[in-house]
């Protein structure tokens, strides 16, 4: 009877157990996978993958059309454009994917050092994804926590002023990581220097907060019943309120204000609930960042005041300014204009440096004279430009430069001839002519084929000092 108490009672205890742990794992929670959770699609990794082989076979075996064509994927995540952000806004991700597709199919870097473009031009591939209603809820609580008073500011030009809030962007990119992470499916964590040139996504953040709900002076609203919780609509009266009567702006690192900032990942955050801010000069075209610098809302949704106006218009002229952000964004910041045409890829990096010279007075390479090549140093400076994982070879090498035939007659061009004396005894002098090597390269002294010819007989040395120190090193 006792072993039967025992488990009378244990059976309600376990129940209990069992309830507790059913409600704990329903708590609202963002960045969840829930089984069925969509899969993130990389169009330009898995749709034009045959695309790009049969590019390259046609770059290799036929005269290749320039520019090449290269895929680069463009990942858009809208956060707050589905009916839950500010203005309960609500944006067709699959149409502006397709206009984004339609009106910057392609983009084209120059170089910077030549001014002109470069032989590849990107085909762009858009994904436009919408941020689910628990993660747009868990980034409105970190910005909220994060916001900090700093006095006022003005709401545009000639607007009043309102209390004004600055967020330290590193406090919340550790969030703006994790929804990176949760929507790509990569791992959280930082990579070493080895891992950081892999091939991961890059990814555009267009964000638009409610600021009436993450308002840091409102202590009543919870936002964690939201997570999952049903938001409502909102009344003419309220659209005008949602600028919340105050201003946040991001800094970097303490860095300039700015309602735009690029994370230490593979992402940029564009918030257009932020700001507006203002930098450089005024009435300047270009270098500068005015109000009307980013689209807002609340230009689009009150044109002329607070008359809502809901004109397809009006939604028409948004899509395409936002749609221009994201072309800029991609023009100079995914993919930049480069600053060399030709990138060193090499492993090992071979410097032969060949002394000609007509005497036998003294070793160059030795120290202890004032003419002394200290290679050791040389390469200790070399190694110091080089990429990390770059084998540094120097070859040192000291030839008489009359076993050289050919550069010993072109050296004797550029000669110039000047006349001294030196006093050997009081009353006898004795007249030399020394030989003064104005300059290899002196293009009054040299002409085209000279130069073509020496250019050859330095690749040729070059070549056999490479092949006797692979000989060497291989014996």
Known sequence: MAALGLRSLAFPFLLVLSLLATRSESAPQAFRRDPGHPQWHHSAF?????????????????????????????????????????????????????FLRVSFPSHRPS????G????????????????????????????????VPSGNARESDFGREVPLFEVEATAVEPVFQRLYSYIFDMEDGGFSASEMDRPVPN?????????????????????????????GQLTEEDMKKQEGDYIYRYRYNGGGASQVWLGSGRFVVIDLSAGPCTYGKIETEEG??????????????????????????????????LASLIATTVEHVIAPDIRF????????LLIPIIVLQNHNRFNIFEKGHNYSIDIAEIEAEVKKMVHDG??????????????????????????????????????VFMFILRLILMGLFSKKKWN????????????????????????????
Not at 63 to 92: H, S, T, W
């Open 341 to 348: 045409e030709t990138v060193d890829s090499t492993t090992r």
């Open 116 to 147: 002109e473009p470069i032989d590849i031009e990107h085909h762009v591939v858009y994904n436009a994804y919408h941020a689910a209603q628990p993660e747009l809820i868990a980034l409105e609580k970190a910005m909220k926590e994060a916001m």
């Open 46 to 98: 898995q749709d034009v993958r045959d695309g790009v082989r049969s590019d390259v076979r046609r770059m290799l075996h036929s005269r290749a059309e320039v520019p090449f064509q290269v895929p680069l994927e463009v990942n858009v995540v809208l956060i707050g454009f589905d009916g839950d952000g500010g203005y309960r806004y609500k944006m067709d991700a699959h149409k502006f994917e397709e």
């Open 111 to 114: 170089c910077l050092e030549t």
């Open 390 to 427: 770059q084998e540094v070879v120097i070859i040192a090498g000291s030839h008489a430069l009359h076993r050289h035939e050919k550069l010993a007659l072109l050296s004797l061009k550029p000669c110039e001839g000047i006349h001294c004396k030196r006093q050997k005894r009081m009353d």
């Open 203 to 231: 990814a555009i953040f267009i964000v638009n907060f409610d600021k009436v709900r993450m308002d840091p002076r409102n202590k009543e609203i919870d936002l964690d019943t939201l997570m999952y919780g049903k938001i």
């Open 288 to 321: 500068s960042v005015s109000p009307r610098t980013l689209p807002r809302l609340r230009n689009i949704m009150f044109p002329k005041g607070f008359s809502a106006v809901n004109e397809r218009a009006s939604l028409d002229v948004f899509d395409g300014q």
């Open 448 to 475: 085209g084929p000279l130069m073509c010819l020496l250019l050859v007989y330095w690749k040729l040395q070059i070549h056999l000092f490479r092949i006797n120190f692979s000989s060497a090193r291989t014996g």
